[in-house]
Nanobody, 127 residues
Framework: EVQLVESGGGLVQPGGSLRLSCVAS????????TAWFRQGPGQVREGIAS????????NVLKALKGRFTISHDYAKTTTYLQVNDLKPEDTSLYYC????????????????????WGQGTPINVSS
């Protein structure tokens, strides 16, 4: 089973930026969807963005477009989430998740679709 490790979170002032990384323990030759989610205390896990390994097609939650950008490296073992203009309401634990897929052109940002999860990296936005 693939292991996912997130990093890059931290304490940041409002308006600041961070780049989160999600490193997979193995590279897959199959098509893979990788996504970012977040979940604050007492809150439902929220899908942020996803990316498909074969074509790089991204899918970003409409409310977060313009501030959140997902990308991956050439070897497809690391997926990034660039988060800009951070707000206090972005404070949360950020997770990455992965799932192998059969075909398709875009990945969902629905938690039930994904079967491998990291432990999360926290973002705390505070002045």
């Amino acid at each position: 089973e693939v292991q996912l490790v997130e990093s890059g979170g931290g304490l940041v002032q409002p308006g600041g930026s961070l780049r989160l990384s999600c490193v997979a323990s193995e590279r897959s030759d199959d098509a893979v969807c990788t996504a970012w989610f977040r979940q604050g205390p007492g809150q439902v896990r929220e899908g942020i963005a996803s990316i498909l390994s074969t074509n790089g097609q991204t899918n970003v939650l409409k409310a977060l477009k313009g501030r959140f950008t997902i990308s991956h490296d050439y070897a497809k073992t690391t997926t990034y989430l660039q988060v800009n203009d951070l707000k206090p309401e972005d404070t949360s634990l950020y997770y990455c998740a992965r799932a192998r897929v059969q075909g398709g052109t875009m990945c969902p940002i629905t938690a039930v679709f994904y079967d491998s999860w990291g432990q999360g990296t926290p973002i705390n936005v505070s002045s």
